[in-house]
């Protein structure tokens, strides 16, 4: 469970929206900073299907914030009783902090049987809590420690019978980021040690690693979207020197796309126009910053047929790309069915698992069409590699056999 500080309800949002589509469905927002209570109120609000809770309750105001901000369970640092009478008769579920035989004497007390064991090594470690749980064994208790665990503890704190879980980021050496790179990057750039070139310029992450106890972001598209690409696209694809691409959308993974290829060090040639679609205006203008480039063109739009409209533009032997999320992360396709692409055209949805409209609809004219089309899976392996290289420091060639080894090993362990 992601245990957080803001200072925005704004940073909430985005934040709990990248985690909500990350898989994490679960929250609990500290009362270390004044923007608590407003922070779990508009994540209650935005995203009802979250379980948002509030941590570092110190105070009867804390508690009320918490209750009046809809926050459905609580969890303290300490113990205090009329506190945690309050929160009892509040009927909230609530994990309380003990140090002591006194602090676990009281919550016992008051029927609670679960706590948090904090500061878990500077409170005497592993020997100290199991004298607690033997102490008091004729009530089961049952314990989360957290501070200082780490790698080198973890395992033997797991080993005790009495923890149920351990509070603890140190074993986390770092993360993938696939999705609302760019939300992540707004909400918590201020988090990070170090940033790289690409995440600064681009606003977005989709590395995060430690080093030398620095939090480290990076932007990985540019590298991975790249490999991708000069894999997919034969040498003399654009031999003119005329090349069309169009991407439909303008988030991170488009921002990435768009750069490479007309900034980027690759083979491919120049593309004579690169178009790229969205319906967010600040999207479009941020990738217009970016690039600053004459062949770039940027369209808003507010539909599937002025994508429709902007294809039947397209010559043939043009670059079609899904960069929307769209077939993924909501249902649906950036076009309408029977929309002809451009023949002998390159298309790569970026998807790789989903609904994948979009993929559906153009495999139904790729014999006719005469389409080569892809789907995000190389793109993903690309990023995932680079990923693991920066959070383990190990180095992972990036050469074509070794790519494929580690596509089929990825393919075989997910079922691909």
């Known amino acids: ?17 990248a985690f909500l589509q990350g ?3 679960l929250l609990e927002v500290t009362f270390r900073t004044s923007a608590a209570a407003q922070a779990i109120g508009a994540i209650r609000k935005r995203f009802p299907e979250m379980v948002v809770g509030a941590g570092t ?24 009783r009329t506190l945690t009478e309050a929160i009892l008769e509040s009927g909230a579920p609530y994990l309380p902090g003990v140090a002591t035989p006194s602090d676990l004497q009281g919550a016992l007390a008051l029927g609670l049987t679960q706590c948090k064991f904090f500061p878990a090594e500077g409170n005497g470690g592993t020997r100290a809590l199991r004298v607690l749980a033997t102490t008091f064994r004729a009530f089961s208790p049952t314990f989360v420690p957290t501070g200082g665990i780490n790698l080198n503890n973890l395992e033997a704190w797991l080993k005790e019978p009495a923890v149920i879980a351990v ?3 140190d074993q986390s050496r770092g993360a993938l980021v696939t999705t609302h790179k760019i939300d992540l990057f707004r909400a918590a750039r201020d988090q990070f040690d170090e940033l790289d070139w690409f995440a600064t310029a681009m606003h977005e992450v989709s590395s995060i690693s430690k080093r030398n106890g620095k939090l480290i972001g990076q932007a990985k598209d540019p590298v991975s979207a790249g490999r991708t690409l000069c894999s997919m696209i034969p040498k003399d694809f654009w031999k003119n020197g005329d090349g069309q691409v169009f991407c439909m959308g303008g988030g991170g993974a488009g921002v ?10 690759h083979h491919l040639g120049r593309p004579a126009r690169i178009i790229v679609s969205d319906i967010s205006a600040e999207r479009l203008d941020h990738l217009q910053r970016l690039v600053d480039s004459p062949q770039l063109e940027t369209r808003l739009i507010k539909s599937a047929e002025e994508n429709d409209a902007i294809i039947r533009t397209l010559a043939s032997r043009s670059l079609i790309i899904n960069a929307t999320g769209l077939g993924k992360d ?8 029977g929309t002809l692409l451009p023949s002998e055209s390159i298309v790569w949805e970026l998807n790789y698992r989903g609904a994948l409209d979009f993929l559906q609809q153009t495999r139904r004219q790729s014999e006719s069409g005469k389409l080569q089309i892809y789907d995000g899976w190389d793109y993903f392996i690309h990023g995932w ?7 383990f420091a190990i180095e992972i060639p990036s ?9 089929r090993v990825a393919a075989q362990t997910s079922g691909r």
Do not use: Y
């Not at 050469?399 to 596509?407: E, G, V």
């Open 23 to 25: 898989g994490l469905p």
């Open 167 to 169: 509070g603890n980021d």
């Open 330 to 337: 909501r249902p649906g396709s950036p076009i309408t069915d």
């Open 1 to 17: 469970m992601p245990v957080i500080e803001l200072d925005s309800a704004d940073d909430a949002l985005r934040l709990a929206e």
């Open 399 to 407: 050469d074509s056999a070794t790519f494929q080894r580690l596509s």
């Open 385 to 391: 590699s680079c990923v693991i290289s920066d959070v």
């Open 57 to 80: 309750v110190i105070t009867r105001d804390h508690l009320r914030q918490a209750l009046d901000a809809s926050a459905q369970f609580l969890v303290s640092p300490g113990f205090e």
């Open 256 to 265: 990435a796309i768009t750069w490479f290829l007309l900034k980027g060090e």
